[in-house]
T-cell receptor, first 112, second 116 residues
């Protein structure tokens, strides 16, 4: 089945540690996205990539980093510089034009 | 600034009843509007897309409407089922003609609970 796989589903880290969230897709989509979802708020764009080896900052990129070495993979690193990292993180991809976003099932990160 | 406002914030209905969710937007230039369903702890899934020229579109028990003049959309759910319990997110796409891309603005969602 084609889709987007995010792992792990739950992640716990101590404050001050970097952590990397995995996102893999087998939909052959060029564009991939990372969103953050907090209670009572709409999804906010962290980073996006429209092609391999290229990515752009979204609205809330500070404290995060990404890489796009392969078309299928778009990992997100939450660094210690992110002031409030506890959240639900969603990865998405989309094909040509204005086709819908296909989302993974998210990673819930808790930093204490 | 592009904005999408959804109402109500939350809604509880009895199984079998109908309900309507609202989405008002100030997004320009408008490309399309999508409704997504997000089950708890999972990613959103696209239900329907509305373009400028479309007034009504159905997907099973879900019917979306769009009034491009008043910049309002609604999602009507008929004969609700327990499995309809989820958050429903309205997402409006604006054309970024200079870059040939699209900018998405997300609503905060309406949390629907269907009870037996």
């Amino acid at each position: 089945d084609g889709g987007i796989t995010q792992s792990p589903k739950y992640l716990f880290r101590k404050e001050g540690q970097n952590v990397t969230l995995s996102c893999e897709q087998n939909l052959n989509h060029d564009a991939m996205y990372w969103y953050r979802q907090d209670p009572g708020q709409g999804l906010r764009l962290i980073y996006y990539s429209q092609i391999v080896n290229d990515f752009q900052k979204g609205d809330i990129a500070e404290g995060y980093s990404v890489s796009r070495e392969k078309k299928e993979s778009f990992p997100l690193t939450v660094t210690s510089a992110q002031k409030n990292p506890t959240a639900f993180y969603l990865c998405a991809s989309t094909g040509y034009g204005n086709s819908p976003l296909h989302f993974g099932n998210g990673t819930r990160l808790t930093v204490t | 600034k592009n904005q999408v406002e959804q109402s109500p914030q939350s809604l509880i209905i009895l199984e079998g009843k109908n309900c309507t969710l609202q989405c008002n937007y100030t997004v320009s230039p408008f490309s399309n509007l999508r409704w997504y369903k997000q089950d708890t702890g999972r990613g959103p899934v696209s239900l329907t897309i509305m373009t400028f020229s479309e007034n009504t579109k159905s997907n099973g028990r879900y019917t979306a409407t769009l009034d491009a003049d008043t910049k309002q959309s609604s999602l009507h759910i008929t004969a609700s089922q327990l499995s309809d319990s989820a958050s429903y997110i309205c997402v409006v796409s604006a054309v970024n003609s200079g870059a040939g891309s699209y900018q998405l603005t997300f609503g905060k969602g309406t949390k629907l609970s269907v009870i037996p």
